[in-house]
């Protein structure tokens, strides 16, 4: 299933590095964002996930967001995201970045995730820039405001046009360019920053491959495609990296 060419660096790699997308949960039931039939073909996140949007309509937007922290909050981490936290105790040095503002990584056991575009679990205040505390968070309101100075709350996640937490595309660059093996899992690749990570770990000299049912805008920039989904992919990549490990003189 795997290729030789894969499976030899997987065998001599000491670092590694994960970029994943809204592929990674779609497994767990969370909609992807550009799949054909999803809820997303109705608010494209072209025009939706920008603040200009959200100023206009408040209410709209936060109804939006209700209704997917409630998917997240029922969901459950899946096989990808369970061999992603296996991962990191397989090789000295790994890193996952992902574009996911679920948090799903973390609920499976991952470690210092770089969340690029932010986490929706977390909102904050628009006027002051407070977060919001737990208590806030959980009391349902069409459309919450602060406490401290009654200013819209919004989401902390990263729309069009925003810049992505400070540092997390910095450390996800280095962590890109230093890695022997790179990993794109679930993502459609149109959104930058971001699908200039695997680029760039490409043009620094890792082996690159994308895990996906389709091919992808980065398809061609890639050194292989495995055409499959991530929940099935990802556990044989740790069975591999396990095997290589035991036979790892102590
Ligand atoms: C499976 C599967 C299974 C299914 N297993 N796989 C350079 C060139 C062109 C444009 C730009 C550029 N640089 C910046 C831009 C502008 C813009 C941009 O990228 N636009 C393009 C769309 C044209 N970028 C930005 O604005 C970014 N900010 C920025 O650049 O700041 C600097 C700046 C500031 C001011 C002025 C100028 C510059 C910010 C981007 C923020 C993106 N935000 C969103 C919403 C987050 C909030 C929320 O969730 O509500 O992030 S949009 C949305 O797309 C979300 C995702 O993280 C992101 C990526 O989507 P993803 O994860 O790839 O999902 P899908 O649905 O697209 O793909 C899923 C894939 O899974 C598919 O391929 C399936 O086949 C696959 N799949 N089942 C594995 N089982
Ligand atoms: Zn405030």
């Not at 001599?12 to 497994?27: N, P």
């Not at 890193?95 to 679990?121: K, P, W, Y």
């Not at 760039?200 to 389709?214: D, F, L, M, Q, T």
């Amino acid at each position: 299933m795997l290729s030789q060419s894969l499976l030899e660096a997987l065998s001599s790699a000491q670092s590694i590095c994960v970029l994943t997308g809204a592929g990674v949960s779609a497994e767990s039931g969370v909609p992807t964002f550009r799949s054909a039939g999803g809820i997303w073909e109705k608010f494209r996140p072209e025009d939706f996930a920008r603040f200009e949007s959200f100023i206009r309509n408040p209410e709209l937007v936060w109804e939006w967001y209700h209704y997917r922290k409630k998917v997240i909050r029922e969901v459950m981490p899946n096989p990808g995201h369970i061999a992603l936290a296996q991962m990191q105790d397989l090789v000295p040095d790994f890193t996952l970045v992902t574009q996911n503002v679920d948090g799903l990584h973390a609920r499976a056991g991952s470690r210092n995730v770089i969340e690029l575009h932010g986490n929706i679990t977390r909102s904050y205040c628009v006027d002051c820039g407070l977060f919001a505390g737990e208590e806030e968070q959980a009391v349902f309101e069409r459309t919450p405001r602060c406490k401290t100075c009654g200013g819209l709350l919004r989401p902390d996640v990263v729309w069009f046009g925003e810049l992505l937490p400070a540092g997390a595309f910095g450390k996800a660059m280095e962590a890109a360019r230093r890695c022997d093996v790179f990993l794109s899992v679930g993502t459609s690749g149109v959104v930058y920053p971001a699908a200039s990570i695997p680029l760039a770990a490409r043009s620094a000299g890792a082996y690159v491959v994308e895990i996906n049912p389709e091919y992808t805008d980065l398809s061609p920039r890639m050194n292989e495609t495995i055409l499959g989904p991530s929940g099935e992919i990802l556990p044989l990549l740790v069975t591999h990296l396990t095997q290589r490990a035991s036979h790892e003189p102590t």
